[in-house]
C-alpha cells in the first residue's frame, strides 16, 4: 500500500459500500477540523493582491523573469506569506509546463504553504507527463501544514487514470473517505470519470446511481464514459433519464450526444439533436459545433457541415480539417485545398488530412508533391503522415519512394508501432519486394490482426499461396480473429495457387466457424477459382446463388474463364450481364470481340465492334507508369503530350520489331 496513516478500500465493491454509506455528518465534523487547523492569517490578501510584484508575474514570459521577482519576494520577506507565494507557484505551474519542476521546487522548500500551492502543482503534473509527481506532492502535503481539499481529490484521480493504476486511485478515495469528501460532487465526479477511464463502466455507474450529489457534470461525465467506450445506445438511454430527471442539458451534453449519431451513423438522430440545440437555447460553442460538423461529415451530409463552418466567427484547427476531411470525402478535392489554402494556421493534422484526401481518391503523385510542400514548410510530420504517404506509394508502385519513406521513419525516430509496420508491410508487397515485407513483418514487436492480414494479402498476391495459408493459420492459433480482408487474401492464395478444396473449405468458414458475411469479393474470389480450375457449371451455379446481385467483378471473373477454356456459349451470358450493368464500358466489347476472335467467330467479332461503334463506345486508352530516381511518370497511349514523344514512339516501334523478329507478335487488338 501507497498510504499507510489511514486505512484503505479493500475492493471496489468496499469502496462503493463506502461511498454510499458516507454520513453528511462525518463530512461536517471533518469541515470543523479543517477550519480549526489553519493557522491565523494576519496578512491583509486584498492589499497583497494588488502588490507591484505580483502583479508584474502576469508580464513574465521566460524563467529568468520569475527567478528575479522571487528573489525581490526574498528580499522583502513576502515570500513567507503563503498567499505571495502560493501566486508564485500557481504561475510556474500554469505558465509553461517546464516551470512546473522550478515552481515545485519553490513549494518544497516553503516553511508555510496553503493548500492552494500544492493544488496548482499537483494539478500540472496531473496533466504532464509525470502523474506520479502528483502522488509525491500530495504524500508531502499530507506531512504539510496544508489539509488536502474537494479540489485535491480531483487531481489525484486524474493523475491514477494517466497511470492506470486504479488501486491506487482507491487508496487515495480512502483518504478523501476519511478526510469527509466523499459526499463532494466534485470528487464523486472525478472518481466516476477514473473508473470510466479504466474500462469499469459497471463500478462507475454503480458510483453514479448510488451518489446523492449528483449535478449536471455527473450526467455529462457518465453520458460521455459511455461515448469514450464506444456504447453509444448505453448513452442515449442515460440520456432519456436525464430528461426525466428535468436536468437540463448543456453544450458538454449535447457533445457527447451528437457524438452517439457519428458512432451509430444515424444522420436522423443527429439532426434531431441540431433541432433540439436550437430550439433549447443551448449555446453553440466551437467544440459543439466542431462536433455537429464532423456528425454530418461522417454521415455523409455535406451541406449542412458547410453551413455550420460558414457560420462560425472562430474557427479551431478541428474545424478547418473537419471541412477538409469531407471534401475530400465527397471526392471535391478542389475545394479541400481551398480550404486548406485559406487556413491562417496550419500545423501537421490539415497537412495529413489533405494528403490523406488525395490518396483516398487515387491521387497518389499530388499527395506526395503536397508532402514536398509540407517540408519545404518545414511543419514536422508524424507517424500519421508516413503511414498516408506508404499508402500512396502502394498505389503508385512507387519502391524507391517507399523505401525513401521508411527512411524517413527511422531518421525521425518513429516507433515501429503496429499501423507503420502494417503499412510498410504492405507498401512493400504492393511494390514488388515481397522479402522485404516479410522482413518488415518479422521485425515489428507488436502485430495485429491488421499486420498479419497484409501480409496473407501480399504473399497471396506474388503467387507464395503455402505460405499465406500458413500464416492465416498461425494468426488463428494465436487468438486473432480474421476479418472479410483477410479471407480475400486467403481465397485469393487459393485461387493462384489452383486449390479448390481449401478454398471451398475456407470459404464456408467464414460463416460457419467465424462467423463472417461473406461479400461480394468473396464470391469474386471463389467464381475465379472455379473458373481457373474449368468448374464453369460450378461456378455459374454459385453465381446464381449469390445472396446478393453479382457486380462487374463477379461476371468478369466467369467471363474470364470462359474464354480461357473455351465456353463461347456461358461466355456470351455473363457478357451480355456486365453490359447491362455497364453498355459503354469498352472493355467488355473488347474482350467480347477477343473471344469470337480467338474462336475463328469471325462475324461475330466485326458486329461486337460494329455495336460497338453504334453505342459511340470509344476503347478507353491504355495507361502505364514506371518510376525513375523517386518520381513516377504515367504514359497513356496515342500520348503527345511529352515533348519528345516522337522519339518515345520511334523507340516503341523499334521495341515490336525485335519482338517479331524473336518470333513474338505483339497483341493490338
Given at each position: ?135 509525491l506532492f500530495y504524500k508531502l502535503m499530507l506531512n504539510s501544514n496544508a489539509r488536502p481539499d474537494n479540489y485535491t481529490y480531483p487531481f489525484l484521480f486524474k493523475a491514477c487514470a494517466k497511470m492506470v493504476d486504479f488501486q491506487l486511485g482507491m487508496e487515495v478515495f480512502g483518504h478523501a473517505f476519511q478526510l469527509g469528501w466523499s459526499s463532494d460532487v466534485y ?164 497537412w495529413n488530412a489533405l494528403i490523406a484526401g488525395y490518396v483516398q481518391c487515387k491521387r497518389g503523385k499530388e499527395a506526395i508533391a503536397l508532402f514536398h510542400e509540407m517540408q519545404a514548410m518545414h511543419v514536422k510530420p508524424n507517424e500519421v503522415t508516413m503511414g498516408t504517404l506508404l499508402s500512396a506509394c502502394s498505389q503508385l508502385g512507387a519502391l524507391e519512394m ?200 469471325r462475324d461475330e467479332a466485326d458486329k461486337v465492334r460494329v455495336l460497338m461503334r453504334k453505342m459511340g463506345v470509344e476503347k478507353t486508352p491504355g495507361c502505364s507508369s514506371i518510376e525513375v530516381n523517386g518520381m513516377v511518370h504515367e504514359f497513356i497511349v496515342r500520348d503527345k503530350c511529352h515533348p519528345e514523344y516522337k522519339e518515345i514512339y520511334k523507340c516503341l ?17
Open positions: 500500500m501507497v498510504f499507510t496513516t489511514i486505512s484503505q478500500p479493500r475492493s471496489i465493491s468496499h469502496l462503493l459500500k463506502l461511498v454510499l454509506n458516507t454520513r453528511v455528518s462525518v463530512h461536517r465534523a471533518c469541515l470543523r477540523y479543517s477550519l480549526n487547523q489553519n493557522p491565523n492569517f494576519t496578512t491583509n490578501q486584498a492589499s497583497l493582491s494588488t502588490h507591484g510584484l505580483l502583479s508584474l508575474l502576469e508580464r513574465c514570459s521566460t524563467l529568468d523573469q520569475v527567478k528575479q521577482i522571487q528573489a525581490q519576494m526574498i528580499l522583502s520577506g513576502m515570500i513567507s506569506d503563503a498567499f505571495a507565494a502560493s501566486r508564485l507557484i500557481a504561475f510556474c505551474s500554469f505558465a509553461d509546463p517546464r516551470n512546473l519542476v522550478y515552481g515545485s521546487m519553490i513549494l518544497r522548500k516553503l516553511e508555510n504553504s496553503n493548500v492552494f500551492s500544492w493544488n496548482v502543482v499537483i494539478r500540472g503534473y496531473s496533466d504532464s507527463d509525470d502523474p506520479e509527481e502528483s502522488i470528487v464523486i465526479n472525478a472518481l466516476i470519470h477514473m473508473f470510466a477511464m479504466g474500462g469499469t463502466l459497471e463500478d462507475a455507474r454503480k458510483l453514479f446511481d448510488g451518489s446523492c450529489v449528483r449535478d449536471l457534470v455527473s450526467w455529462n461525465t457518465m453520458i460521455n464514459a459511455y461515448v469514450q467506450s464506444g456504447c453509444p445506445r448505453e448513452a442515449l438511454e442515460l440520456f432519456r433519464e436525464m430528461e426525466v430527471g428535468k436536468v437540463r442539458p448543456d453544450e458538454v451534453t449535447m457533445i457527447g450526444l451528437v457524438s452517439c449519431c457519428t458512432k451509430l451513423q444515424d444522420l436522423n438522430l443527429g439532426k434531431r439533436f441540431h433541432r433540439y440545440i436550437e430550439e433549447n437555447g443551448i449555446n453553440f460553442t466551437v467544440p459543439l459545433t466542431n462536433t455537429l460538423m464532423d456528425m454530418y461529415v461522417k454521415c455523409g451530409s455535406l451541406e449542412p457541415a458547410q453551413a455550420l463552418f460558414g457560420r462560425m466567427t472562430k474557427k479551431t484547427v478541428v474545424s478547418w480539417t473537419t471541412m477538409i476531411v469531407g471534401y475530400a470525402k465527397f471526392g471535391l478535392l478542389d475545394a479541400a485545398e481551398r480550404v486548406f489554402r485559406e487556413m491562417p494556421e496550419r500545423d501537421v493534422i490539415p517507399g523505401m525513401w519513406v521508411h527512411h524517413c521513419i527511422n531518421k525521425h525516430g518513429f516507433h515501429l508501432n503496429v499501423a507503420l509496420g502494417t503499412a510498410l508491410v504492405d507498401m512493400y508487397a504492393k511494390c514488388g519486394n515481397i522479402q522485404k515485407s516479410i522482413r518488415v513483418f518479422k521485425e515489428i514487436p507488436e502485430r495485429n490482426a491488421l499486420t498479419w492480414t497484409a501480409m496473407i494479402c501480399g504473399l497471396a498476391s506474388h503467387g507464395y499461396a503455402d505460405d499465406a495459408i500458413k500464416h492465416f493459420l498461425k494468426m488463428t492459433d494465436i487468438g486473432l480473429q480474421p476479418d472479410e480482408v483477410t479471407f480475400v487474401g486467403v481465397l485469393s492464395a487459393c485461387c493462384h495457387a489452383g486449390l479448390v478444396d481449401e478454398g471451398r473449405m475456407f470459404f464456408d468458414q467464414m460463416t460457419s466457424k467465424y462467423k463472417l458475411v461473406q461479400k461480394l469479393k468473396h464470391y469474386s474470389c471463389m467464381v475465379d477459382l472455379l473458373g481457373r480450375a474449368g468448374l464453369l457449371d460450378d461456378a455459374e451455379e454459385l453465381v446464381k446463388a449469390m445472396p446478393m446481385e453479382p457486380d462487374a467483378v463477379v461476371w468478369g471473373a466467369l467471363f474470364f474463364a470462359c474464354r480461357i477454356h473455351g465456353n463461347i456459349a456461358m461466355g456470351e451470358r455473363a457478357a451480355l450481364q456486365l453490359l447491362e450493368l455497364d453498355p459503354h464500358d469498352s472493355g467488355i466489347y473488347v474482350l467480347l470481340a477477343n473471344m469470337y476472335g480467338e474462336a475463328n467467330m516501334l523499334h521495341l515490336a520489331r525485335q519482338m517479331e523478329h524473336q518470333g513474338s507478335m505483339p497483341r493490338t487488338s
